[in-house]
């Protein structure tokens, strides 16, 4: 920022950066609030707290991806801890554990690995079965850079692979689509450069199963449905 940038503009440019890495659906509200301010009162905000994007305001919410920022100008600001990386990458994983895959009865076929099956509620889809396959070791020895570059993969939900600090990370996402089925894989593998087998690995499958090749509207509009509430399972 330059030097005499005024404090309306320094304030503004705070919501630009939380914008940026948060998406928040009502940026343009923001800035017209922001705009609404006196010099004085933006310059009083910018004194009572440290320029740290991803600090919590009060009462006016802006909804976020997976955040809730809360503003409100005229009283002071309360501050709240970004999460971790690795913590929000454990609280994943937990959800990934214990997260109901759908309605009617799984089983759990070993540690980490379970399986979910249930009918079709549209004509020509005869089944959807659901798994995950999750195994965790050694996560405390990971360095926090490691979950935050997967967290960000995650993120951008495209098939990638980069090494960090050491580490191979590993991100794959496949919908595949036969006459009679419909598959969507997510993977995501944590290994150690050089090691054999990964210290974390979560794989996720969906796959309808269809009565016939062809697909009428409302076929198609189930497997779409289908297809994100098991992505939003995971990924919310």
Known sequence: MIEDESCKEKLKNIFRTIHKKHTLININKILNDVDRLTEEAACRILENRELEVGRIWKNQIASTKGKTFQLDFNQPMIEEKEQKCKERFIQLLENAKSVKLGDGKESQKSQGYRVHRMEG?????????????????????????????????????????????????????????????DELDYGIYIMKEGSEGDLISIMLTQTIYKSSPTQNANIQNEIKRLREEFTNLFFR
């Open 121 to 181: 509620k549209v004509s020509g889809i005869n089944s959807v079965l659901r798994t995950t396959a999750i195994l965790e070791k050694d996560i405390e020895q990971i360095p926090e850079e490691v979950f935050c570059k997967i967290l960000e993969m995650i993120d951008k939900k495209e098939t990638l692979s980069v090494k960090v600090k050491g580490y191979v990370l590993i991100f794959i996402m496949a919908n595949r689509v036969f006459n009679r089925r």
